[in-house]
């Protein structure tokens, strides 16, 4: 049974953050394998967590033989609009006329509310922090 888009995209968007996350605390034994990942679509998710749930993968993930990284192309293809860079407190509302972006951009001093941070992660956006 197929997933609704939303739900579909927020399972990925998840997935992504858990890789981004474990990955990146691991500490990579020598002789370990890192394989670039790419999750486009839901036969892509699929297709990933078949394989990392057969035995021999799992227990090379669990050892650290085996990590992943995000490959180029991960994700829809989303429209690359212009950054504006955002300052004072960023809200949830704030977000929202955002619709579209994959980065966003914020000031000096620029101060990102607990849920709006909560709804950028949800939404798979970037954060970025100029100085």
């Known amino acids: 049974m197929p997933l609704q888009p939303d739900m579909a995209q927020e399972l990925r968007s998840m997935v992504r953050e858990v890789l981004r996350d474990v990955m990146a605390t691991r500490t990579q034994p020598a002789g370990a394998a890192t394989e ?22 799992l227990e090379r993930i669990r050892s650290g033989h085996l990590r992943f990284t995000l490959g180029a192309g991960t994700g829809a293809a ?38 709006a941070r909560d709804k950028a992660r949800k939404l798979g956006l970037k954060l970025e922090r100029r100085r």
């Open 78 to 115: 989303l429209p690359s609009l212009p950054s504006e860079v955002l300052t004072g407190v960023v809200t949830e509302q704030k977000l929202d006329r955002l619709a579209g972006a994959r980065t966003l951009v914020l000031g000096p001093g620029a101060v990102l509310t607990p849920l």
């Open 36 to 57: 670039a990942v790419r999750i486009a679509n839901d036969s892509d998710l699929a297709a990933f967590v078949a394989r990392i749930v057969e035995p021999a993968t």
